[in-house]
């Protein structure tokens, strides 16, 4: 096969050392660059206006093939400096072919390029194309970013929304809208008070089963606060604790005491104890037809005898307690005392009562679901021996009306349990826990303004991002024509010096 046709291939990274070891180019090439390299930013200095010039200036580094371009640009701009030998006057000419003959000399161009090529095949395109992909990356973790939180704003809002909803309030003045809602207190309690009338089918089976068990002819003695509700309603906890009602009520932090007060004055005023001072009348025997002679002493014990050893003591400066005494004052048609503090609350809004009422109802829940257990595994209590005796209604109760009864207290149940009374009793009743609870809300709402916050800034970047790649791709395009030019110049520069075969630089700036 002749030999001119066999193609030259050079690796793009070994394209240097095939040119030393060819001796085509010096190993010390590097040190006349330098003076090249000076001998080019001199000349730059004084260029003329021309498109061609500032287009071959403008990009990147210049090598030899750009400043032959650049002498064929001065033969046009200079051609009035030409003599009649053909060698041209301007000094702009002059210092370019300079610059070319020193690049000439021992092929120092040639050694040039190749480190061009090699440096931008395998640093500085792969350089930018690593930038654009670190930004595009960043790009997407962004956008995840965003999702995720316009996920975690919008569940936030959500949170904030259905909060609100349970509480039935509008979200814009939390605190003063959740003081407000303890208006509706009173009117939630009784139709509670209502609705807990459902379980006292279930508390009668209750109390006929441990009245069976402990073979007591009267009722039972359980949840007595139930039976309590169910028979007077929603009434203050004095009436519960003493069993009648209370002549008047005052709330903690009214002005009543002072009136209560005078009331009671009042009332003491209006017993009559008579005047201090006991009359015994004018008693003489000196006149009497009847001489008893010497009248009998009587002994009275400690008794003082005579008015001097008497002493009269006032009832004004004597002080009563009526609570501590146990004495009840009563006006005529009213009954009861006074309710204060804790006494004058109802019975479903004092704390201690209704947690009573609640364990009552789960003490029943408890016993309907020990009786549901009975039933669906055939070992009926009621069927042993020892209870054939049992009461019918003992005896006739099935499992659809013990889950009946159970469904009641549930139902009784969920009316104590339900968020927005929780929410409401505790605010009542807890000083902090509106303060609490209005921090709690405004945090959800801080959350989602935060994550909209992160969000603004996400997208800040991601336009930050994209203009940034957007300035990189005209740089990487430009860099790789100029160094797929550069590649064709070399090739081309080698060819000659094998007689016009063909070289090809192969490798990664085919890859470009």
Known sequence: MDEQNIPIDINNNKLLDWLISRRHVNKDWQNSILQIREKINNAIQDMPAHEGIIKLLSGQHINYFHCLKIIDILKETEADTKNLFGRYGSQRMKDWQNIVSSYQKDNIYLAEAAQILIRNVSYEIPSLKKQTAKLEQSITESEKKIRDYSKNEALAIKEFNTSCEQLGIAGKN?????????????????????????????????????????????????????????????????????????????????????????????????ID?????????????????????????????????????????????????????????????????????????????????????????????????????????????????????????????????????????????????????????????????VDILTSSLKQKLAVAERMKQSISILEDQIKKYKSEIRSFEPAIKLLIDKTKQLQKEVQEDISKRYKGRVVNIVGGVNML
Not at 200 to 217: D, V
Not at 243 to 264: A, F, R, W, Y
Request: charged content about 25%.
């Open 174 to 270: 939390i605190k003063s809208e959740l003081l407000s809602l303890l208006n509706e207190l009173t009117a939630i309690y009784e139709v509670a008070a209502e609705k807990i009338k459902i379980v006292n089918p279930a508390i009668e089976l209750y109390e006929e089963f441990n009245k069976f068990l402990s073979a007591r002819s009267s009722n039972a003695d359980v949840v007595p606060l139930l039976k309590f509700v169910i028979e007077n309603g929603n009434v203050t906890t004095y009436q519960y604790t003493y069993g009648e009602k209370p002549l008047k009520i005052e709330m903690e932090g009214d002005n009543s005491d002072k009136n209560t007060v005078e009331e009671l004055n009042d009332a003491e005023e209006q």
């Open 273 to 433: 104890f008579g005047d201090n001072e006991i009359d015994f009348g004018d008693i003489s025997v000196e006149n009497n037809d009847f001489d008893f002679g010497e009248q009998p002493k009587i002994d009275w014990g400690g008794t003082p005898s005579t008015d001097e050893e008497f002493e009269i003591v006032s009832h004004t400066d004597v002080e009563v307690s009526l609570e501590e005494s146990g004495i009840v004052v009563e006006k005529s048609g009213m009954d009861g005392g006074i309710a204060k503090g804790t006494e004058a609350l109802t019975v479903l809004d004092n704390p201690k009562t209704r947690d009573q009422i609640i364990n009552e109802l789960m003490e029943l829940e408890a016993f309907l679901k020990m009786r549901l257990f009975e039933l669906f595994s055939d070992s009926d209590i009621l069927a042993m021996s020892q209870m054939q005796n049992a009461p019918p209604m003992l005896q006739m109760q099935t499992i659809e009306s013990v889950t009946l009864m159970n469904d009641c207290v549930n139902v009784a149940l969920s009316e104590f349990m339900n968020k927005r009374i929780l929410h409401l009793h505790n605010i009542k009743h807890s000083p902090k826990y």
